[in-house]
């Protein structure tokens, strides 16, 4: 799908994209922290259409040993789509998409993540995609860092992720799955907020560099937006009236 056909579907002449948002507006988000009784800690994201649930089990004694680092914890993050979870039932075994997936949330965690508080041991995130809508691995970080806070691990600040993209020639926030597959570009971001710091960034498509460094600007916002939502549901469990 191209050119003219693609422009005319994801944005018309008024800026409203294909699911009547404005260019810089997000889909619903709502985040809840707990609900998993058996979990060190755990969260459930709804990002657009998009169901997720992550449960984090830990710090707790490695296995096989040999694994352990003795100056460290280890993060171990397992990102997995229920097969019912995609128009098309998916094969349950993991995907090479789902094991890269694991390693990038994986890696844009471990930033966040004060390792050094608890060698010899290792901290588990599951994530669980219960529908998917484009932005997973996005909404997978953003309910995973609730998640390990919701477990009491040790965080430097909470990685609050969105992603920012290209469709018709224009920069957009919250890349969906019509968007994804039809745009020109998509930038997923992962920031810390209180320490301004980057830990996730991969592009998909061509930027020019006035385009690139829109889509940073933009998709940062976009993660501070993401953010309070993250305070607000461990603010809700803690402080507030919720029954989790």
């Known amino acids: ?13 008024n800026g409203i994209r294909c699911d009547g948002r404005k260019v810089d507006e997000p ?12 979990a060190d800690g755990s969260a459930y994201i709804e990002f657009g259409d998009n169901k997720i649930l992550v449960g ?6 490695v296995h096989p040993k040999h694994m352990s680092d003795t100056d460290t914890g280890i993060l171990r993050v397992r ?23 694991s390693k990038v949330i994986k890696e844009a965690l471990e930033p966040a993540v004060m390792l050094e508080k608890f060698p010899r041991t290792a901290v588990d995130v599951f ?7 484009g932005g ?14 919701d477990a009491g691990i040790p965080m430097r600040d909470m990685v609050a992720a969105i992603a920012a993209g290209k469709v018709a020639d224009t920069v957009i926030l919250d890349v969906n799955n019509e968007e994804d ?13 209180s320490l301004e710091k980057v830990t996730l960034m991969q592009l998909d498509g061509v930027l020019t560099p006035e385009e690139y460094k829109k ?5 940062i916002e976009g993660c501070k937006l993401v953010y309070d939502l993250q305070k607000k549901a461990l603010n809700d469990k803690y402080f507030g009236n919720g029954d989790n």
């Not at 988000?29 to 058996?38: Q, S, V, W, Y």
């Not at 997995?80 to 890269?100: C, D, L, Q, T, W």
């Not at 597959?181 to 907020?193: C, K, S």
């Open 127 to 133: 994530i669980e995609v219960l529908q998917a809508d």
């Open 79 to 101: 990102y997995h789509m229920e097969p019912f979870s995609v128009g098309e039932r998916k094969n349950p075994a993991p995907s090479r998409r789902e094991i890269e997936i």
């Open 136 to 149: 997973t691995r996005c909404a997978a970080l953003t309910a995973a860092s609730v998640a390990l806070a």
């Open 181 to 193: 597959q039809a745009g020109q570009a998509d930038m997923p971001i992962g920031y810390m907020p």
């Open 215 to 219: 889509c940073v600007e933009v998709g």
């Open 1 to 13: 799908m191209g050119g003219r056909e693609a422009t005319m579907v994801l944005l018309d002449e």
């Open 27 to 38: 889909r619903r988000i709502m985040i809840r922290a707990g609900g998993l009784k058996n």
């Open 56 to 61: 984090v089990f830990g710090p707790r004694d």
